[in-house]
């Protein structure tokens, strides 16, 4: 049997030459002659069950990461409204991914899924600055308090850290010299 896109060498006129077989870029090359072309033409490899897990494992590796992501936030979710506790879903479900983190298992596919929405992040401003758009008028009776908030408490973010870094290195009130991995100095 012939490929639909091979010339038949019947009824050849001078101008007419028998062509090459034209795979598409995914298609291996045929083994068997005729009965290989056939089995490639009926069941192309993009069609075969197995062929993406073993093309792409590293997207594979995302999409089960961002499935944990999102399964982790419908059950913080799922928590906070029907047991009607005082926190937001997505913050439970991010203690229950923070909780799930230690196993290996599940920390290699949040990676890949994390380093996917980081290579991207700046997609995520896009919801912020249409609502700012959108509700330019709360923007413009509030917007100096906002951005006094945003200030201060920006101001008291580095505070605290520029602190907790000094401690750390000096080592006032933290286990060890501030080197980590080492054990705690003896003060005599």
Do not use: I
């Given at each position: 049997m012939r490929h639909p896109l091979q010339a038949s060498s019947a009824g050849k006129s001078a101008r007419s030459v028998d062509r090459p077989i034209l795979?598409?870029?995914?298609?291996?090359?045929?083994?068997?002659?005729?009965?290989?072309?056939?089995?490639?033409?009926?069941?192309?490899?993009?069609?075969?069950?197995?062929?993406?897990?073993?093309?792409?494992?590293?997207?594979?590796?995302?999409?089960?990461?961002?499935?944990?992501?999102?399964?982790?936030?419908?059950?913080?979710?799922?928590?906070?409204?029907?047991?009607?506790?005082?926190?937001?879903?997505?913050?439970?479900?991010?203690?229950?991914?923070?909780?799930?983190?230690?196993?290996?298992?599940?920390?290699?596919?949040?990676?890949?899924?994390?380093?996917?929405?980081?290579?991207?992040?700046?997609?995520?401003?896009?919801?912020?600055?249409?609502?700012?758009?959108t509700h330019v008028a709360v923007v413009a009776q509030y917007g100096l308090r906002i951005g006094l908030v945003l200030l201060v408490s920006t101001v008291a973010g580095l505070a605290v850290t520029a602190w907790v870094l000094q401690a750390c290195l000096r080592g006032d009130g933290f286990a060890g010299d501030g080197v980590p991995g080492e054990a705690p100095a003896a003060k005599s």
């Open positions: 795979r598409p870029h995914w298609a291996p090359p045929a083994a068997n002659g005729d009965k290989a072309e056939r089995d490639e033409h009926e069941h192309p490899p993009c069609f075969r069950q197995a062929s993406m897990p073993t093309q792409h494992p590293a997207a594979m590796q995302a999409l089960r990461g961002l499935a944990l992501l999102l399964l982790c936030q419908s059950v913080g979710e799922a928590a906070a409204r029907g047991l009607g506790l005082p926190l937001p879903g997505p913050v439970l479900g991010m203690l229950l991914m923070l909780a799930l983190l230690a196993w290996p298992v599940v920390r290699a596919p949040v990676a890949a899924a994390a380093d996917g929405l980081l290579q991207h992040l700046s997609l995520l401003f896009v919801p912020v600055g249409v609502g700012v758009v």
